[in-house]
């Protein structure tokens, strides 16, 4: 099976630096045509289904990679973006001085940090997101193809885990928007799927730059 993690197209957060969680903001001209040059990168690949989290500017990268196959977009929340809670919105440059108490435990441990008025941690993300990929394992024949579009954090949470790499080590990973990572999962014969095997065989790609060899 090959899990294909989409993160969503540019906004306007994204390029002016803004802290970006489950706020509802939608995709720039520049993130609509990222989302046509992923949608052009699976326009060969048999895609059997597509799931996204419910946020517009990852929906809409969904269904623009949709037009070219025979399904449409199944909202997932297990794949929304950490909940950042006040920090939504603020630039990230203005963190230490906004937010002291929460850079300080950020910076000594990021996993555990509560979000200022959120309930939501990475390690909290990390068991939501990880509890929608295992569910779609499940769901899904070995030899399907799936996308999921989602977001920076989620998907850094969903490598960790599948790379058995520590959550806090997040950083060592690059996810830009509108780019593919793809993960592939294998299963020995009666194997239960905690012992699924992952590869990462590609991270942070821009389909713009590269063609598909699937």
Not at 4 to 29: C, F, M
Not at 81 to 91: A, I, K, Q, T, Y
Not at 103 to 123: C, I, Q, R
Request: with cysteine.
């Amino acid at each position: 099976m090959k899990i294909y993690l989409v993160r969503h197209g540019e906004t306007d957060w994204n390029l002016s630096g803004k802290a970006q969680g489950q706020s509802d903001i939608p995709l720039n001209s520049t993130g609509e045509n990222q989302a046509l040059s992923v949608s052009k990168y699976f326009s060969n690949i048999n895609i059997e289904s597509i799931y996204s989290s419910s946020v517009q500017r990852a929906l809409k990268t969904a269904s623009i990679i949709s037009i070219n196959h025979n399904t449409d977009p199944v909202i997932n929340d297990s794949f929304l973006e950490v909940d950042f809670g006040d920090l939504d919105g603020e630039p990230l440059k203005e963190m230490r001085t906004s937010f002291p108490l929460f850079f300080k435990k950020w910076t000594s441990d990021p996993t555990s940090a509560v979000f200022p008025e959120s309930k939501e941690t990475l390690k909290i993300l990390q068991s939501r997101t990880w509890k929608g990929i295992t569910e779609l394992v499940e769901a899904h024949s070995e030899n399907d193809n799936i996308i999921v579009v989602s977001h920076a954090f989620a998907i850094y949470s969903i490598l960790c885990r599948a790379l058995g790499m520590p959550l806090k080590n997040y950083g060592r990973l690059r996810l830009l928007p509108g780019t593919i990572s793809i993960l592939e999962a294998k299963k020995n014969p009666g194997d239960e799927f905690v012992d699924t095997k992952w590869t990462l065989t590609k991270l942070n790609s821009s389909p713009s730059q590269e063609k598909p060899h699937d």
